[in-house]
T-cell receptor, first 113, second 116 residues
Framework: DAGVTQSPTHLIKTRGQQVTLRCSPK?????VSWYQQALGQGPQFIFQ???????QRGNFPDRFSGHQFPNYSSELNVNALLLGDSALYLC????????????FGPGTRLLVL | AQTVTQSQPEMSVQEAETVTLSCTYD???????LFWYKQPPSRQMILVIR??????QNATENRFSVNFQKAAKSFSLKISDSQLGDAAMYFC?????????????FGKGTLLTVNP
């Protein structure tokens, strides 16, 4: 049973660039959430996707956008990168009917120079 | 808005002994879920244990158990017979049970060191 997978594992960008991170949910899951984890902090909720729609959004600017595909995989896009966007980006998947338990992927480490 | 507080940035325990990690939370809701997640240096967040607020019985998973005090809004994690593999960052998290609030709210974490 494949767990949550994310790509790439590491990424280095410069300020002002754009980045796309990818996530494949655990087999059978239909809901994907994205979190940002700054160094030494707990994860912060960015948004959640279900049925290809953004269902809930956290306190992140519009530079952060996402997409969910018919196969339930998801992308996180960040435009106009800032130094402060450097973080570990975590994807979590769940079943809509059981959304209280979210299963996390290994994350993508983004460094903005 | 809900908040989660972990007051112990770091804890250490001797192998085979017991350690308790603290977590308090603030909410006006009556129905919710609480979680403990473990994040080893490999980064992958792993679910350790889950507690439904409507259940009075404390959750237990093998060597891991919780002490859930709803009135006090306290949710501590006890690890018995600690093993070297338990060394990790531990996060306490909250999620609403109803409405349209699906997000997990995390504390800042407690770094657990296990000494041989």
């Amino acid at each position: 049973d494949a767990g949550v997978t994310q790509s790439p594992t590491h990424l280095i960008k410069t300020r002002g660039q754009q980045v796309t991170l990818r996530c494949s949910p655990k087999s059978g899951h239909d809901t994907v959430s994205w979190y940002q984890q700054a160094l030494g902090q707990g994860p912060q909720f960015i948004f959640q996707y279900y049925e290809e729609e953004e269902r809930q959004r956290g306190n992140f600017p519009d530079r952060f956008s996402g997409h969910q595909f018919p196969n339930y995989s998801s992308e996180l896009n960040v435009n106009a990168l800032l130094l402060g966007d450097s973080a570990l980006y975590l994807c979590a998947s769940s079943l809509r009917t059981s959304v209280e338990t979210q299963y996390f992927g290994p994350g993508t480490r983004l460094l903005v120079l | 808005a809900q908040t989660v507080t972990q007051s112990q940035p770091e804890m250490s325990v001797q192998e085979a002994e017991t350690v308790t990690l603290s977590c308090t939370y603030d909410t006006s809701e009556s129905d919710y879920y609480l979680f403990w997640y473990k994040q080893p240096p490999s980064r992958q967040m792993i679910l350790v244990i889950r507690q439904e607020a409507y259940k009075q019985q404390n959750a237990t998973e093998n060597r891991f158990s919780v002490n859930f005090q709803k009135a006090a809004k306290s949710f501590s994690l006890k690890i018995s017979d600690s093993q070297l593999g338990d060394a990790a960052m531990y996060f306490c998290a909250y999620r609403s049970a109803g409405g349209s609030n699906y997000k997990l709210t995390f504390g800042k974490g407690t770094l657990l060191t296990v000494n041989p």
